[in-house]
């Protein structure tokens, strides 16, 4: 116990336990759930354990309840998350250093670099970790750090070189929390835009990605819901208004 106060988070620390229980994911494990097992047993806490969100995946074993978020990686730590469905709890203070000082993000800034959408996906994947930090401050009720980690990702990934996508969208509703309304205006404008103009291919075309619809429909659809949260009707009403022009469109395509 005395070790794991050490490691864990104090704000974490009535997680603690003294025995982890694994859940197996599917019928069996495989050599390398048992390699893992058998490092984290021997281990004995004295080295960090990190895993990253496809290691997390490839695991017969379910390990979301014991795991924290430090940045890109997620530590193993003697803990159990009452609630991983709604998350992985965040070690706020290692994250914020790892984010804001200490990650380097190499031309994601530099329009004149192609990334293939191979790669975009990868990208993304950190403004995923910006807004995890985000949302952990903004609970903590520390909305000057929350505001200085979603200005850091406008800067380091700007939409002239990584284009804004829904994560971005999500971070309307943050922007508009932390006291950042202009932000939020400039993401929202941005991403309509990019909506609008492939809604409007989309249609003229024919085309049949439904996919791509779906997440442009909810883009709008979320800008809206973040408006409107926040208590500007004005603005929230015409989200929605470009929102039902599309779904119109839509619904006078689907065959009677």
Same mark, same amino acid.
């Given at each position: 116990t005395t070790r794991a106060k050490e490691i864990v988070p104090e704000d974490m620390h009535d997680m603690i336990?003294? /025995?982890l229980e694994f859940r197996v994911k599917g019928r069996a494990?495989?050599?390398?759930d048992l390699a893992f097992l058998d490092f984290l047993v021997n281990s004995n806490w004295e080295r960090p354990i990190y895993l990253n969100n496809t290691?997390?995946?490839q695991l017969n074993i379910d390990m979301r309840p014991h795991v924290v978020q430090e940045g890109m990686a997620y530590r193993v730590l003697p803990i159990v998350n009452p609630e991983p469905r709604n998350g992985y709890p965040v070690n706020t203070e290692v994250m914020y250093d790892n984010v804001m000082n200490k990650f380097t993000w190499t031309k994601l800034d530099d329009p004149s670099v192609y990334y293939s959408q191979d790669y975009l996906g990868f990208v993304l994947?950190? /403004?995923s970790t910006f807004n995890s930090l985000a949302e952990d401050l903004i609970a903590k009720q520390d909305y000057t750090r929350a505001?200085?980690?979603?200005?850091k990702c406008m800067e380091v990934m700007p939409d002239e070189s990584v284009p804004f996508d829904f994560f971005s969208v999500q971070q309307v509703d943050m922007l508009l929390t932390v006291g950042e309304p202009e932000l939020a205006d400039y993401v929202s404008e941005r991403v309509s835009t990019h909506s609008t103009q492939w809604l409007d291919f989309y249609f003229a075309s024919g085309s049949t990605n439904t996919t791509e619809l779906q997440k442009h429909l909810l883009?709008?659809?979320e800008i809206a819901r973040a408006f409107r949260a926040n208590g500007d009707r004005e603005k929230a009403a015409s989200y929605e208004e470009l929102f039902n022009l599309y779904y119109t469109q839509l619904e006078n395509r689907q065959p009677q």
């Open positions: 336990v003294d /025995r494990m495989e050599k390398k290691s997390i995946s994947n950190s /403004r505001a200085e980690v979603l200005k883009s709008l659809n």
